[in-house]
């Protein structure tokens, strides 16, 4: 059992973090927000990059019932929420949500001061397209917050697992296929892209961002073990 007395970003409250899992990215958890290690970093990377993120327009594309989805939620006026339901916005009015497509969003050009995704983007299709529609949808200097996994040993800056054929049937490349659990009910997410840290290098030839990974490591904040980065995209002012 790990146990380390620190401090939660989220909560911004002393707390007490523990797990009995040594997988510590999705188990050691905030025991008042419940919040997991990649929503802790995001908190830290956003108060770095837009401290007055209270008062900023933002888009949360599937985001958690916990932790900094809920802070963004309940102190920012400007937030909006987006999941993708699979039964588009039929669905959405069924559920009470947003239905948003990130590579065909319905958002007007320069929408958002900043826009949040937290393990999305290793379940989309079509990358290229989506920070293509990042960038259109956020005003000049806005900043795009990104967590998925990295994996270090790597090469390539994104590796195709999965494909749409023209009929809409998914094909698998690599079997079998990885699924993550999904952020509505108990749905999964099929894994369709693994990435490694080129991928600093390839977002900028989808959509002209300025790109920086940062990644964690910091005891205090509950922040350890793997796939600790976050992905800060800025729209160029």
């Known amino acids: 059992m790990y146990r380390h007395a620190g401090s939660c970003p989220i909560c911004e409250t002393a707390v007490t973090f523990a797990s009995g899992n040594a997988w510590y990215r999705d188990n050691l958890r905030c025991p008042l927000c419940w919040s997991v290690v990649r929503e802790r970093a995001l908190a830290l990377a956003l108060d770095a990059v837009a401290p007055d993120w209270r008062g900023l327009a933002i888009h949360e594309s599937s985001p958690a019932r916990r932790g900094i989805s809920v802070k963004l939620r309940r102190e920012a006026p400007g937030y909006v929420a987006s999941q993708f339901f ?6 959405a009015m069924l559920r009470g949500g947003r239905h948003e497509d990130l590579a065909a969003q319905r958002f007007p050009d ?3 001061d900043l ?3 937290l393990d999305v983007m290793e379940h989309v299709f079509e990358p290229a397209k989506v920070y293509r529609e990042v960038y259109r949808t956020l005003k000049p200097g806005g900043y795009c917050l990104l967590t998925f996994p990295i994996d270090k040993n790597q ?16 094909r698998h490349l690599v079997e079998p296929p990885q699924y993550h659990g999904g952020s509505i009910g108990r749905a999964r997410a099929l894994v369709t892209f693994d990435y490694g840290y080129a991928i ?6 989808w959509a002209p961002f300025e790109v920086d990974i940062r990644h964690f490591h ?3 904040h509950g922040i350890l073990g793997e796939y600790t980065d976050v992905v800060i995209c800025r729209r160029p002012a």
């Open 86 to 91: 699979r039964f588009g916005c039929l669905e």
């Open 200 to 205: 600093g290098h390839q977002i900028p030839k």
């Open 218 to 220: 910091d005891e205090d």
């Open 115 to 117: 826009v949040i995704a």
């Open 110 to 112: 320069g929408r958002f």
């Open 155 to 170: 090469a390539e800056a994104a590796r195709r697992r999965a494909e749409r054929t023209k009929l809409g049937f998914v």
